[in-house]
T-cell receptor
């Protein structure tokens, strides 16, 4: 079975440019999460969706960040305009309505903003 | 207050020996779940083991076991018979609240485990 798929795996962009990160959750999973990992702040939850509806976006750092989930098999995280401090690894994870709710993570997108 | 605390930034263990990675948590909710994830140098996050707050027995998954001490609010990961491939960052995480609508995880800062040949 395919796991969580993220693209691109690496992204290098200049400050001020728009960046779009993509995620395909595991088929049948009804929760989708976006995390950011940095050395300074560790792993932070940015936003999560349940059945395509955003449930908690309190972790989204500022209005430059937006996330959408137009259908059960696709989500995007957009940064516009990007800044050097946005450089991080962005993970997408999915889970489903089971006893444990363990989250399955994608390989991550390493974003570098110069 | 931090919801998950991992006090060991780094740990070393001899190959084939057992090692315990510490994790304490803070919640007032009676319903919660505790998780351990492994992050090797390649970067992916790998789910290892889960313990529910109402589970009577400590969770085990192969060489991984979770030493769950509810009164102390600790959920230490024990890796038995360490292997070189166990060298990685290990994260403790918690889900708190009702299962429906409160599914986000709070992660600790991680412990870097190095297995010595």
């Amino acid at each position: 079975d395919a796991g969580v798929i993220q693209s691109p795996r690496h992204e290098v962009t200049e400050m001020g440019q728009e960046v779009t990160l993509r995620c395909k959750p595991i088929s049948g999973h009804d929760y989708l999460f976006w995390y950011r990992q940095t050395m300074m702040r560790g792993l932070e939850l940015l936003i999560y969706f349940n059945n395509n509806v955003p449930i908690d976006d309190s972790g989204m750092p500022e209005d430059r960040f937006s996330a959408k989930m137009p259908n059960a098999s696709f989500s995007t995280l957009k940064i516009q305009p990007s800044e050097p401090r946005d450089s991080a690894v962005y993970f997408c994870a999915s889970s489903t309505d089971r006893r444990t709710y363990e989250q399955y993570f994608g390989p991550g997108t390493r974003l570098t903003v110069t | 207050a931090q919801k998950i605390t991992q006090t060991q930034p780094g740990m070393f263990v001899q190959e084939k020996e057992a090692v315990t990675l510490d994790c304490t948590y803070d919640t007032s909710d009676p319903s919660y779940g505790l998780f351990w994830y492994k992050q090797p140098s390649s970067g992916e996050m790998i789910f290892l083991i889960y313990q529910g707050s109402y589970d009577q027995q400590n969770a085990t998954e192969g060489r991984y076991s979770l030493n769950f001490q509810k009164a102390r609010k600790s959920a230490n990961l024990v890796i038995s018979a360490s292997q070189l491939g166990d060298s990685a960052m290990y994260f403790c995480a918690m889900r708190e609240g009702a299962l429906i609508g409160a599914n986000n995880l709070f992660f600790g800062t991680g412990t870097r485990l190095t297995v010595i040949p």
